[in-house]
Nanobody, 127 residues
Framework: VQLQASGGGLVQAGGSLRLSCATS????????IGWFRQVPGKKREGVAW????????VYADSVKGRFTISSDNSKDTVYLQMNSLKPDDTAVYFC?????????????????????WGQGTEVTVSS
């Protein structure tokens, strides 16, 4: 199983980016898929989760109303659309998967408790 995050970059405050999490060796219908982010020196923070078999979504308060998580089950890929970006959103973003979980169950779990995760993609928001 592999998860590959991509789509990071440098953007000005107020701008948008879309991250992709391409998976292989798995069927995302069987998993909750989510995004974490990490700032150097801080713990990874759960940002958003989706229950891929019913589309239920959960967000951290810090991104609610600005970020949208979605999935394309035909491509086994999950996306994170990030709008109205702020400098505080600057971080390395990781995607992760938990088997047989819902988004509600997954939010609040630590990165290390996930079944699978991939390398991160860096997002920098300039002021």
């Amino acid at each position: 199983v592999q998860l590959q995050a991509s789509g990071g970059g440098l953007v000005q405050a107020g701008g948008s980016l879309r991250l992709s999490c391409a998976t292989s060796g798995m069927t995302i219908d069987d998993y909750a898929i989510g995004w974490f982010r990490q700032v150097p020196g801080k713990k990874r923070e759960g940002v958003a989760w989706i229950t891929t078999n019913n589309g239920n979504r959960v967000y951290a308060d810090s991104v609610k109303g600005r970020f949208t998580i979605s999935s394309d089950n035909s491509k086994d890929t999950v996306y994170l659309q990030m709008n109205s970006l702020k400098p505080d959103d600057t971080a390395v973003y990781f995607c992760a998967a938990i088997w047989a979980s819902t988004a509600d169950q997954a939010m609040g779990k630590s990165f290390e408790k996930c079944d699978y995760w991939g390398q991160g993609t860096e997002v920098t928001v300039s002021s």
